[in-house]
């Protein structure tokens, strides 16, 4: 199957029993077993659940996996793939990390004795120099948040499988539409399914893909021991989004391709973000390990005041939390998705006060670029 027709047609397509199109919602908590551990493949929601299942398998799929799992938020799943390692272990990050990510690590995981390492992981060279004997893990975001970074996932996962590590790919921003990670040598693939995948701000989730049977039963076994589980109303509520996602993720990147070529253009716009720019550092690898660059962009507007001046005059932008849904978001990276990095850190990293981050929705761009336009001037 094509890409498309796998998020449609992929996993678990409709239902034998009734005949339904669509999977149905099995809000249900337990179920009937015929005797003492003698049951028809589910005993318990958080266990497994006919809908979440069914997500479970789509998300497999289209990612290259062996096995899916389904999460309450992208951090759940995030701190569940974490919880694969133990005390003592020692995780290399990219730097330039969600700031939700950078916080578990340093302030709730690090209590648990796991131990990490940011680095410049679009700099391969980086990753070797900060392998130690209890290193465990590389973990990849690429490309990055918010300065769109982009590490190559082969080359690294070369890297781990030398020194016997796993690699693990946050896919959020590019979708396992435009890249899959799993066929570049990555071992566990992330996703904050609250964004493209759902594509509509209406659920918050996280979904995990793993391409080893020893690994998924690791997993599960962490999934089922803690619980942060998505419930069946948000499980069919994605597999409904991830139905759209090829033609919206096209149209994402043909709205983004003009507001860039704007915003590059624009005198009050001192950088642009970009993995689609030719003048992008990391270009021709984006063009090389993914088949499209997506609907994320940063530009620098050179002050706080600058930055707040936009934020308070565009129309169709709306200033919100989150990214990937069909209207057009924008925020302020430094006081919103990154604010629980420390200021000095993330003026090391690049994320200055008048760095603004935009997802590109699918509304007419040319009423996106007058909104900016205007709100700028």
């Known amino acids: 199957m094509k890409r498309k027709t796998r998020l449609i047609h992929g996993g678990i397509s409709g239902d034998p029993h009734t005949g339904a199109v669509s999977v149905p919602i099995y809000q249900v908590s337990t179920y009937k077993q015929h005797g003492v551990g003698n049951f028809n493949g589910f005993e318990y929601s958080r266990t497994g659940n006919p809908t979440r299942h069914a997500l479970e398998e789509l998300i497999a799929d289209v990612e290259g996996g062996k096995a899916g799992f389904a999460f309450g938020s992208g951090m759940a799943a995030i701190t569940a793939v974490m919880m694969l390692f133990?005390?003592?272990?020692?995780?290399?990050?990219?730097?330039?990390?969600?700031?939700?990510?950078?916080?578990?690590m340093t302030k709730v995981l690090n209590r648990v004795g796991i131990n990490s390492t940011f680095v410049d992981t679009s700099n391969l060279d980086n990753i070797e120099k900060e392998i130690r004997p209890n290193t465990k893990a590389i973990y990849i975001e690429t490309p990055t948040n918010p300065l769109l970074k982009i590490t190559d996932i082969e080359g690294a996962a070369q890297i781990a499988k030398k020194h016997r590590l796993l690699t693990i790919v946050d896919n959020t921003f590019s979708t396992p539409y435009w890249q899959n990670p799993i066929e570049q040598g990555a071992d566990i693939v992330l996703h904050s399914a609250t964004k493209y995948l759902g594509g509509h701000s209406d659920v918050v989730a996280g979904l995990v893909v793993v391409n080893d049977k020893q690994l998924a039963q690791d997993l599960h076994f962490v999934q089922n021991s803690t619980g942060g589980v998505l419930g069946p109303q948000d499980s069919w509520l994605l597999m409904r989004g991830m139905k759209t996602l090829g033609i919206r993720m096209e149209e994402h990147e043909e709205n983004t391709r003009k507001?860039?070529?704007?915003?590059?253009?624009?005198?009050?716009v001192t950088k642009v973000y970009y993995p689609g720019l030719k003048s992008h550092p990391n270009h021709?690898?984006?063009?090389?390990?993914?088949?499209?660059?997506?609907g994320m962009v940063s530009f620098d507007v050179g002050s706080e005041e600058a930055a707040d001046q936009l934020l308070?005059?565009?129309?169709?932008?709306t200033l919100a939390e989150s990214l990937g849904a069909v209207e057009s978001l924008i925020s302020v990276p430094a006081r919103m998705t990154h604010a629980s990095i420390p200021a000095d850190r993330r003026?090391?990293?690049?994320?200055?006060?008048?760095?603004?981050?935009?997802?590109?929705?699918?509304?007419?761009?040319?009423?996106?670029?007058?909104?900016?336009?205007?709100?700028?001037?």
Request: proline share 1%; no cysteine.
């Open 312 to 317: 308070n005059s565009v129309r169709y932008f």
């Open 259 to 268: 507001v860039v070529e704007f915003l590059t253009n624009h005198p009050k």
């Open 86 to 104: 133990n005390s003592g272990d020692h995780v290399i990050l990219t730097d330039d990390v969600y700031g939700g990510t950078y916080r578990v």
């Open 284 to 294: 021709e690898l984006a063009k090389k390990q993914g088949r499209g660059f997506g």
């Open 347 to 377: 003026q090391e990293l690049g994320i200055t006060d008048g760095l603004v981050r935009i997802s590109v929705g699918l509304e007419d761009v040319e009423d996106l670029i007058e909104d900016l336009a205007s709100a700028m001037n």
